[in-house]
């Protein structure tokens, strides 16, 4: 299994949410420059929703850069190790810490993407191949690091 590929895979999925949501951000406001009237209050309404829906999108965009700024730290360097960059093998999946983009699928592997903040890290950090642990009532062990 090869880290860089999935490195990145995982900086193109953010990338493409990225350009995603700033083209959501500009059709938002195209559209509320054309609410503008002197129709009175409905129109201000309909107004402000649309800028709390630019302030959400916005709020999403800023966690995706901050992602891409994280992604862009990481190492696909071999690691022996739980640490940030590892790619983990337990006896109930398999896990890569970067961030979190959710599942991948690499050939016939499906890879769950966890950041370093999620409670299954920060329960196998600095673990090596063969401790155990258990998260969530789940006993699990890990099988091999890279």
């Given at each position: ?41 409905k129109y201000e ?52 810490v970067t961030v979190?983009?959710?599942?991948i699928i690499s ?40």
């Amino acid at each position: 299994m090869n880290k860089q590929e999935l490195l990145d895979l995982i900086k193109t999925k953010i990338a493409d949410k990225i350009q995603s949501f700033e083209n959501l951000i500009v059709e938002t406001r195209a559209s509320s420059n054309d609410t503008k009237s002197s129709m009175g209050d409905k129109y201000e309404t309909g107004r402000e929703m649309l800028q709390q829906e630019i302030n959400n999108l916005q709020r999403q965009l800023n966690e995706s850069l901050n992602q891409q700024s994280v992604i862009r730290k990481i190492s696909a360097e071999p690691s022996d190790k739980v640490q940030v960059g590892a790619l983990v093998r337990t006896d109930k999946g398999l896990f890569y810490v970067t961030v979190s983009v959710g599942e991948i699928i690499s050939g016939d592997q499906k890879i769950m993407t966890v950041s370093a903040e999620s409670p299954l890290v920060k329960a196998i950090l600095g673990k090596r191949s063969g401790e155990e642990f258990v998260i969530n009532n789940i006993h699990q062990k890990i099988i091999y690091i890279w």
